[in-house]
């Protein structure tokens, strides 16, 4: 969760500093320049800052070990992957976007699984048998 928070956070910042280079790598740059009234650099300034704020939502839910927090994270994750991918394949989205699919879908699966593991009772200890 840490580790996602901050990559979260850090993509954020890059995002508020210099939105081409948010767009760049999803195909999203406009031959030639952007148009009077594109408002492109607007919604990925407002995406940025969301992405920076979820980033330190994610890490400082990992620093309290907030559990509960770690179990809503995954099917919104999971809605996020289907989103995206459903973009790509109607056209809306370019083929990039399946990257951002892979990534939400990837870490869902993992958070799922990691939370599965840890509810699972572990081996039989010294200290716990005394108890």
């Known amino acids: 969760m840490a580790v996602f928070g901050v990559l979260a956070a850090a993509l954020g910042a890059v995002g508020l500093v210099s939105p081409d280079a948010q767009l760049s790598p999803l195909g999203l740059t406009a031959p030639g320049g952007r148009g009077s009234g594109d408002l492109t650099s607007a919604f990925v300034t407002a995406s940025s800052m969301a992405a920076l704020n979820m980033g330190v939502y994610y890490v400082l839910a990992a ?24 973009a790509v394949v109607t056209g809306r989205a370019p083929e990039a976007f399946l990257g951002v699919a892979a990534w939400e879908g990837l870490g869902a699966l993992v958070t799922g699984a990691a939370l599965r593991r840890e509810r699972r009772p572990g081996p039989r200890t010294p200290e716990r048998m005394e108890s």
């Open 63 to 86: 620093l309290a070990d907030w559990r509960a927090f770690f179990r809503w994270t995954v099917p919104f994750r999971l809605l996020t992957c289907a989103v995206f991918t459903a």
